[in-house]
């Protein structure tokens, strides 16, 4: 079975603060690729990051950072120095390989607290 | 460019009617993508369409949700005699091939 864990439902953090986002993932796939979407109070779903199943290189944009394990099945993301801005709920995707079909986690809601 | 654009932002209907909600893709985009996220939950998958290929019905919950996608461009879903569970966001994704897919805006539908 294919399956993205978002344990956390929803973590508050006060401004500054670094914050963890879990997702675990299960496939037997090989080849499969994962994302993270921020959708913040407006709505609209926000590409953040594609990763791909050869490349366990973990990568930092800014603030934020994602630490790809495959030994865990995990693709934890970080931001650093949280800000007000950062208030979402963020989704963790699988996309298998050979369908165009992610199986999204079921949201982690963040809240940076002023 | 243009993202993905959906129509109406809002839909507010009663119980028993049809409603059509629009999908305007990233240009260039061969794959479109349809989801529904009820209040406070994850995105359910729909529908999916990729080129000419028949499109992945798997998600439709039931035979009133149906789907078309135009010349490979716009896509319209219809939701015939709507149900105050359909009450939802629907949100319109495209993809190149099999990539990223970039959301849109989403319609928030309501069911009185």
């Known amino acids: 079975a294919q399956k993205v864990t978002q344990a956390q439902t929803e973590i508050s953090v006060v401004e500054k603060e670094d914050v963890t986002l879990d997702c675990v993932y299960e496939?037997?796939?090989?080849?499969?690729?994962l994302f993270w979407y921020k959708q913040p109070p407006s709505g609209e779903l926000v590409f953040l990051i594609r990763r791909n199943s050869f490349d366990e290189q973990n990568e930092i944009s800014g603030r934020y950072s994602w630490n790809f394990q495959k030994s865990t099945s995990s693709f934890n993301f970080t931001i650093t120095a949280s800000q007000v801005v950062d208030s979402a709920v963020y989704f963790c995707?699988?996309?298998?390989?050979?369908?165009?079909?992610?199986?999204f986690g079921t949201g982690t809601r963040l809240k940076v607290l002023a | 460019g243009a993202g993905v654009s959906q129509s109406p932002s809002n839909k507010v209907t009663e119980k028993g009617k049809d409603v059509e909600l629009r999908c305007d893709p990233i240009?260039?985009?061969?794959?479109l993508y349809w989801y529904r996220q009820s209040l406070g939950q994850g995105l359910e998958f729909l529908i999916y369409?990729?080129?000419?290929?028949?499109?992945?019905k798997s998600g439709l919950p039931s035979d009133r949700f149906s789907a078309e996608r135009t010349g490979g461009s716009v896509s319209t879903l219809t939701i015939q005699r709507t149900q105050q569970e359909d009450s939802a966001v629907y949100l319109c994704?495209?993809?190149?091939?099999?990539?990223?897919?970039?959301f849109g805006p989403g319609t928030r539908l309501t069911v009185l």
């Open positions: 995707a699988l996309g298998p390989s050979g369908t165009y079909k992610y199986i």
């Open positions: 369409f990729q080129g000419n290929s028949a499109p992945d």
């Open positions: 994704a495209s993809s190149f091939e099999g990539y990223t897919q970039y």
């Open positions: 496939t037997r796939d090989t080849t499969y690729y």
């Open positions: 240009s260039g985009h061969t794959a």
